[in-house]
């Protein structure tokens, strides 16, 4: 048997084994978050890319539960912050604090703030002013903060998962273009369908609340981080990936909509995030490799929030999902 044909098998044997303990994480939220399957696989995707997730949709809609949620089945320690406009970067990175020791010596000692855990739930996100946001963007970008000039690292893995309210947009600061291009997905939580509705107003408003169990570690799930960036992904999925990339960016598009009415398309950061999602979907559904219709189905998560259309699009009625969905059925 040659090295390659060794490899192959070798990750065969990773990927069934990572199906099957997801498939067991998949269970356990389940108890917990009733209906919302894509928003969980999609989130799910984004911890197994090693991203970071924006959660978007109207307040009691589980958002606070299902990042728990999350961080109980994958064994994250998780802090939670609500973001206000008075929040300051000290409140979410940590502050020197000066101490005086048994020898009189005085010194400064770092305590650090809520980001140092593995799974942050930053709340109504665009609360926060531009200068926390900057703090917020190092620490999502880099894995690290710097306070008073000194370097600390943050655990690993780390993962931001926040939430925005699409309603109340009253005393909020828009997310800095930059700030956005961190976030692996924009995903869309919506209202449950009325079954869904049904079995969440009977099992939340009795005596018992169904609740996940711990599943997986810290350690397994960056093991499976690796194993998702070893998946193949093959040159028709690359070049679905490649082609979609193109038809979003207004320069060169054949698209007139794209052509007239997008004011900047996704960079290449949004083509690495859409190579490990796709790989991370595939696996969660029990494949070795992604496909295009991987590519179709994350197109509008991965580009939604990395898109911005002109005023004079918007006011003719353009909508950015409606063409990312339209330019995604191409690649499908």
Avoid at 92 to 104: A, H, K, P, R, W
Avoid at 181 to 205: A, C
Avoid at 263 to 270: K, T
Wanted: proline share 6%.
């Amino acid at each position: 048997m040659s090295s390659a044909t060794e490899d192959a098998a070798l990750l065969a044997d990773r990927a069934d084994a990572a199906v099957e303990r997801l498939a067991e994480a998949r269970a356990s939220i389940a108890k917990s978050i009733v209906g919302l399957d894509e928003v969980v696989e999609q989130s799910l995707s984004v911890l197994l890319a090693g991203g970071h997730g924006l959660l978007v949709g109207a307040p009691g809609l589980a958002k606070t539960r299902l990042v728990h949620t999350l961080a109980v089945v994958t064994g994250l320690d998780d802090k939670r912050v609500q973001f206000t406009p008075d929040l300051m970067p000290a409140d979410i990175l940590g502050s020197e604090v000066l101490e005086e020791g048994e020898d009189g010596r005085r010194a400064f000692r770092f305590i650090p703030g809520p980001v140092f855990c593995k799974l942050l739930m930053a709340d109504e996100i665009n609360r926060a002013s531009p200068r926390t946001q900057a703090a917020l963007l190092q620490a999502m970008q880099e894995g690290f903060v710097t306070v008073a000039g000194a370097r600390h690292d943050l655990p690993k893995p780390f993962h931001v998962l926040a939430t925005q309210n699409p309603i109340e947009q009253e005393g909020t600061y828009p997310l800095p273009e930059a700030q956005l291009d961190r976030f692996l997905m924009q995903i869309d939580v919506p209202y449950p369908s009325r079954e869904d509705e049904r079995q969440i107003l009977i099992s939340t408003t009795g005596t018992e609340d169904s609740e996940a169990h711990g599943v997986l570690s810290g350690d397994e799930l960056m093991a499976f981080q690796r194993l998702v960036r070893a998946m193949p992904v093959g040159e028709e999925t690359l070049n679905a990936i490649l082609d979609l990339l193109a038809r979003a960016r207004p320069e060169g598009s054949a698209d007139p909509d794209v052509r007239d009415g997008v004011a900047w398309g996704p960079g290449p950061r949004a083509g690495q995030a859409l190579m490990l999602a796709v790989r991370a979907r595939a696996l969660l559904q029990g494949r070795l490799a992604p496909s295009t219709a991987d590519v179709a189905a994350l197109a509008g998560p991965v580009l939604k929030h990395r898109m911005a259309l002109t005023f004079a699009a918007r006011a003719d009625g353009l909508n950015v999902d409606t063409l990312i969905a339209r330019l995604a059925a191409q690649a499908a």
